[in-house]
C-alpha cells in the first residue's frame, strides 16, 4: 500500500493560490508558480511547490510535490516547478518569508523589459512591499543566476522583479505574497500609465520614511 500522503492541507492551500493566480490573470496556462515554507516541530524546513509543466486545474492537492531545502523530493510524485532554485533561495536568505508567488503579470513584465524598477509613487507599494520594486539582473529561468540575482535585487522587500521575464511577491504567509503579487503588478500599471503623462511625481523622502515604517511594524507585529 502506498505511503499516506503528508501536508495536505498545505498542499491544498498551494494549489488554490496557483488557480488564483490564473484567474486573476497573473500568470497564462502553466505559467508562474507558488510554493509554501513547511515548518517542522524538528527537523529542517521542507517547502511544498507547484509541480513543472502542469495546468492548475487538472490537478489534486497530493500532486504538489514536498521538497527539502538541498532540491530533493521529500513526499509527490511529479517533478518540482522549473524555478525551484528561486524559491529555496529566497526561504534560505529570508528567515522571515513563509511563501513565494513568481508571476508573469502584464505590467510588471513590461518593466522587466525595459529593466525599469518600479519608484516609490504609492504609499500602500511602500507599506505593503517596504518600498520602490528594483530589477534583478537577467538570469536564464531554473538558473543558479537568476535564483542569486532576485535574492540579491529583493534584499528585505517583499517583491522583486525580474529582467526580461516577470516577477516575485513573498509574504510570511501564501495570502500576504500573493498580495504582493498582486500589488507589484498594479503599482507596475499605475507607474506605467503615470510615465505617458510625462509628469511623474515621487513620494517625499519623508512620507516612504513613514509609509516604510508602516512596513517594519507589521513586519515584527508578524514575528510577535
Ligand atoms: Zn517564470
Excluded at 505593503?128 to 538570469?139: P, R, T
Excluded at 510615465?195 to 515621487?202: A, E, Q
Amino acid at each position: 500500500m502506498a505511503a499516506k500522503a503528508t501536508w495536505l492541507i498545505e498542499r491544498s492551500l498551494v494549489l488554490e493560490a496557483a488557480l488564483k493566480l490564473v484567474e486573476k490573470g497573473l500568470v497564462l496556462g502553466k505559467a508562474g508558480n507558488v510554493s509554501q515554507r513547511l515548518k517542522q516541530p524538528s527537523g529542517p524546513d521542507l517547502l511544498v511547490i507547484t509541480p513543472t509543466s502542469r495546468y492548475y486545474d487538472s490537478l489534486a492537492p497530493e500532486d504538489m510535490p514536498v521538497v527539502d531545502l538541498d532540491s530533493r523530493v521529500v513526499d509527490g510524485v511529479l517533478a518540482p516547478s522549473s524555478e525551484l532554485k528561486l524559491h529555496i533561495a529566497i526561504y534560505k536568505a529570508r528567515e522571515d518569508v513563509g511563501a513565494v508567488v513568481h508571476t508573469h503579470s502584464i505590467h510588471a513584465s513590461a518593466l522587466a523589459v525595459a529593466h525599469l524598477g518600479i519608484p516609490a509613487v504609492l504609499e500602500e507599494e511602500v507599506a505593503l512591499l517596504g518600498g520602490g520594486i528594483n530589477v534583478a539582473e537577467y538570469g536564464a529561468s531554473g538558473s543558479d543566476e537568476l535564483a542569486n540575482n532576485a535574492v540579491d535585487a529583493l534584499r528585505d522587500n517583499d517583491g522583486v522583479i525580474l529582467a526580461n521575464h516577470g516577477a516575485v511577491g513573498v509574504g510570511r504567509t501564501l495570502r500576504g505574497a500573493l498580495d504582493a503579487a498582486e500589488l507589484i503588478e498594479k503599482a507596475a500599471e499605475v507607474y506605467l500609465l503615470a510615465r505617458t503623462t510625462g509628469s511623474v511625481k515621487l513620494l517625499s523622502v519623508q512620507s516612504v520614511a513613514a509609509a516604510r515604517e508602516v512596513f517594519r511594524h507589521s513586519k515584527r507585529s508578524r514575528e510577535a
